[in-house]
């Protein structure tokens, strides 16, 4: 039993090292998995290789989960909440895989099968897969927080609609810390002069969180086209800078505080116009 968990663990270990599959190896993986499946019920191999390569097959999916949404080109904008979900669980198994694959070993050096220098790739690899957990973590937060601020947004602009004038300015109006109608118009080619302006005064760069379209709007139903989401607070210098420039140049502009009708959100401005419903109903 103890060479079959040294081999099991072995296994493990080259598996971390290999590339990701592509999609004709990921077939051919799962025909592996079903030959070797035929071995164990034939006896010609051990019922832990079968759970091994039941392991190493739901290993390269979730690779495959964070080659598209975590290292791939899909950027931020068009990345949906699901996908977000999708990609933190499929992290947060291969570090839980990892993590047994440790324990595993760790029992092979007490029981003198394993040398304990033997342990090193085996760590390596789990806090490899840990800082990609975190990445994940991190990547979804954004996401998280990007679609709460569009729909606390969207709340807010509704309510101020639509409440009573005594409402608006007891409950609703604290959350905003401004509205400016300026011309009516923003053009996304005033980005670029409006970033390198606040480059220049601030020595760093304009933290945009939505430029534009994005898979979270879309799917709430809201036509961000047209619109840009900046995550600075209003009522900070960088707010307020920001508020002052927009003003200057007549762009249309939401100043959010960050407290919604009792829900707490990200204080940033929204450049552009309130974002309209999507025709059709969103999607």
Not at 208 to 231: C, E, I, K, M, Q
Not at 256 to 273: E, L, M, N, Q
Request: hydrophobic share 45%.
């Amino acid at each position: 039993m103890i060479l079959l968990a040294l081999v099991a663990v072995l296994a493990g270990g080259l598996l971390a090292q290999t590339p990701p599959p592509t999609p004709a190896e990921m077939l051919r993986g799962r025909e592996d998995a079903a030959r070797v499946g035929a071995l164990v019920e034939a006896g010609a191999l051990p019922r832990a290789s079968l759970e091994q390569a039941r392991r190493e097959r739901e290993d390269a999916e979730d690779l495959r989960v964070l080659e598209r949404t975590l290292y791939g080109d899909l950027p931020i904008e068009e990345l949906t909440e699901q996908q977000a979900e999708e990609m933190l669980a499929a992290a947060t198994r291969r570090v839980e895989r990892r993590q047994a694959r440790v324990d595993q070993a760790k029992r092979l050096v007490e029981e003198g099968a394993l040398a304990r220098l033997a342990l090193t790739p085996y760590l390596e690899e789990l806090d490899r897969c840990r800082r990609e957990m975190s990445l994940a973590a991190s990547r979804a937060r954004v996401l998280q927080e990007l679609a709460a601020m569009a729909r606390a947004e969207q709340e807010l602009l509704a309510k101020l609609e639509q409440a009573p004038p005594a409402v608006v300015m007891s409950v609703y109006l604290p959350a905003l810390a401004e509205r400016h109608d300026g011309s009516g118009q923003f053009r996304m080619a005033q980005l670029k002069d409006i970033a390198q302006a606040f480059e220049l005064r601030f020595s760093k760069a304009l933290p945009v969180s939505a430029r534009g379209d994005t898979a979270v709007h879309r799917a709430l139903g809201y036509d961000h086209r047209g619109r840009v989401d900046v995550a600075v607070d209003p009522d900070h210098p960088e707010g307020v800078w920001l508020r002052d420039h927009l003003r200057g140049l007549r762009i249309p502009f939401f100043a959010f505080r960050g407290s919604v009708a009792g829900r707490s959100t990200g204080p940033h401005i929204h450049i552009g116009p309130p974002s309209g419903a999507v025709r059709g109903g969103g999607g």
